[in-house]
């Protein structure tokens, strides 16, 4: 239905975007703002045409879907509250002294970086592709936005696309502010991240397509940042005394965790670690019988599917890998079949395959010795985007051996719950250590993730007349910056 885009078609965009850089960059604050508001209200009466066309291409539910946009909105609508707010600039300022004059007035804040190439992500029609948050960041940033759709959900992207013209049309921003693309194959994505206007890259989906496209950027005769979300198998380290006492509670909970969405999620807890025991063996048992009560589901498209099973089938396979569980019920074409594993601790430190992310509904036990081991498993184990930690007050305070251990491997550290489900708000990390995503330094959920498509640039020894707004002693935006070392909305006298 869609066609791939031709090269004449990618260099318009990428041109016409590089155009668009340079007056949208120059709007203020609060325009960037009413524009993602207006994004936002034309998916909101789309909503109807969107969920049902999404509904049609992904197997996922009409609830799902619509909670999903209205995830997709609300970004929106808080990206641009924090782009107008303006404390993600990091204003910074120190004022010249009178006395020395060796010590000048220097003054810094971020500014936008250029055209964005985003790329859809399969499972997340919405939140994490067209008008997703890697959309609402580069735009909040003061960047245009290039969009390639994803081949799994293209006529959805496409839908999406045209509520975000509709908006800028409406905004009277310039053409190349935004541009949408399809690409089923590399060859589109390469001429993207490759194109010598492109600035930045968002990316979320499968640790080879984004390393991929991480090396591309790499590669350019001038390298641009690519951020990328790659996956994880978000482990969760169960502590005896919690164990103990609810090893019933603890199972049926990640039971549903691990089957929630037939486990599409880069948050799906892949891998849970114990210590041998009797709880331990309660707790699996527990976990196997709801497991094998939980029916296969259609997964987004045959593509995952087919991986998924490829995955799952690679791992069960493995030297000393046992299944726990299965589900009881008839696995159809291009289900996903709720699955359990174990594997003891001394397996998983020598076998790489299991440390292996398998996107859908399986978990892995691993079962330790000690906590000796358990700690060697956590020092091991590579860069994931959450790890979770079930303890008690007890559990917690004997083992920071362990949580300090568990700190260095995630992004987002959970006690006592599950890793499924991200909130968006200024304080979620949802980003890692590689390979969960190429720069932990930054989140692509909360308006911190603007951040990722900025720079610094500090002005030394300038006038007041023409320093950015940002940036001049009246403060006529009112936003708050840090002067001389103190916080502080107010102006420089």
Request: one cysteine or more; charged letters at 25%.
């Amino acid at each position: 239905m869609f066609t791939d885009a031709t090269s004449e078609e990618i260099n318009t965009a990428m041109d016409n975007a590089w155009v668009a850089f340079h007056e949208y960059r120059k709007l203020p604050l609060k325009s960037r703002a009413d524009f993602m508001r207006a994004i936002g209200f034309e998916l909101e009466t789309a909503s109807k045409e969107l969920v049902e066309t999404a509904k049609k291409e992904t197997n996922l539910s009409a609830e799902r879907l619509d909670g999903e946009l209205k995830r997709t909105i609300l970004q929106l609508n808080q990206y641009g509250a924090a782009s107008e707010k303006g404390e993600w600039l990091e204003a910074r300022i120190d004022t010249a002294s009178k006395d020395n004059k060796s010590i000048h007035d220097i003054r810094k804040m971020l500014v936008p970086l250029g055209p964005v190439v985003v790329f859809g992500a399969s499972n997340f029609p919405f939140a994490y592709s067209t008008a997703g948050g890697d959309t609402a960041c580069a735009f909040a940033a003061g960047c245009p936005v290039i969009v390639k759709a994803h081949p799994a959900h293209a006529e959805t992207s496409e839908k999406v696309a045209e509520a975000i013209l509709k908006a800028a049309y409406k905004c009277n921003l310039p053409d190349g502010i935004f541009s949408h693309l399809h690409g089923a194959g590399i060859e589109v994505g390469k001429a993207l991240v490759m194109h010598p206007k492109t600035r930045a890259v968002g990316f979320t989906g499968s640790l080879a397509g984004g390393k991929q496209l991480f090396d591309w950027g790499n590669q350019r005769e001038i390298p641009i940042p690519v951020f990328a979300e790659m996956g994880s198998i978000n482990p969760v380290f169960l502590l005896a005394e919690k164990l103990k006492l609810s090893a019933d509670e603890t199972a049926k909970t990640y039971a549903q965790s691990i089957t929630q969405g037939i486990g599409q999620f880069c948050t799906n807890p892949g891998l849970i670690i114990g210590i041998e025991s009797d709880d331990l063996q309660k707790f699996m048992q527990i976990l196997g019988n709801e497991i094998q009560k939980s029916p296969p589901g259609k997964m987004l498209h045959p593509g995952i599917a087919k991986a998924f099973d490829e995955k799952r089938n690679k791992a069960l396979h493995e030297k000393n890998v046992h299944i726990v569980s299965v589900s009881e019920f008839e696995k159809k074409e291009n289900e996903g079949i709720p699955t359990i594993a174990t594997a003891t601790g001394e397996v998983f430190l020598k076998n790489p395959v299991l440390h292996q992310e398998v996107f859908g509904p399986y978990s892995l036990v691993i079962r330790c010795k000690d906590m000796k081991e358990m700690v060697e498993v956590a020092k091991q184990l590579e860069g994931q985007l959450t790890s979770t930690v079930m303890a008690t007050d007890n559990d917690f305070i004997s083992n920071q051996e362990l949580i300090e251990e568990i700190k260095n491997i995630c992004g987002r550290l959970i006690l006592n719950g599950v890793p499924t489900g991200v909130q968006v708000c200024l304080s979620m990390q949802h980003g890692g250590p590689f390979p969960a995503t190429t720069d932990s330094r930054f989140t692509s959920v909360g308006a911190d993730g603007i951040k990722r498509f900025a720079r610094p640039i500090a002005f030394q020894n300038w006038e007041n007349k023409f320093l950015p707004d940002e940036l001049k002693n009246e403060n006529p935006l009112h936003i708050w910056r840090t002067v001389n070392d103190e916080i502080t909305d107010k102006p420089i006298n």
